[in-house]
């Protein structure tokens, strides 16, 4: 079960961080991810990191400006997001992905555990 927390509403350039806390998560290597989606389109990859080992991905969209962290002894991960720019509005959800392979760590339907998802509003 997948909490994610942190969304809010705020100026281009400001930063926000959200979080995501991680219960019932057995041993193995997991993918945790951060997804996107905005009204009309489909949900987009952010970032995503891998449990053990901590390699991180993100997309080209937010390199540079997102960087994603896991804490995997206390089952959380974190994206903190800097230089926010409008584009960046966005329902934010976390998600899990057990035994992930790298090359399916951008690809939503490999995450089988969601967060609920948390509201991130960048005006202009």
């Known amino acids: 079960q997948l909490q994610a927390s942190g969304g809010g509403l705020v100026q281009a350039g400001d930063s926000l961080r959200l979080s995501c806390s991680a219960s019932?998560?057995?041993?193995?290597?997991?993918?945790m991810g951060w997804f996107r989606q905005s009204p009309g389109k489909e949900r987009e990859f952010v970032a995503a990191?891998?449990?053990?080992?901590?390699?991180?991905y993100y997309a080209d969209s937010v390199k540079g400006r997102f960087t994603i962290s896991g804490d995997n002894a206390k089952n959380t991960v974190a994206l903190q997001m800097n230089s926010l720019k409008p584009e960046d509005t966005a329902v934010y959800y976390c998600?899990?992905?057990?035994?992930?392979?790298?090359?399916?760590?951008?690809?939503?339907?490999?995450?089988?555990?969601w967060g609920q998802g948390t509201q991130v509003t960048v005006s202009s």
């Open positions: 998600a899990a992905a057990p035994r992930v392979i790298v090359s399916s760590i951008r690809v939503p339907s490999a995450y089988s555990s």
């Open positions: 990191t891998i449990w053990p080992g901590g390699s991180k």
């Open positions: 019932g998560r057995t041993s193995g290597r997991y993918g």
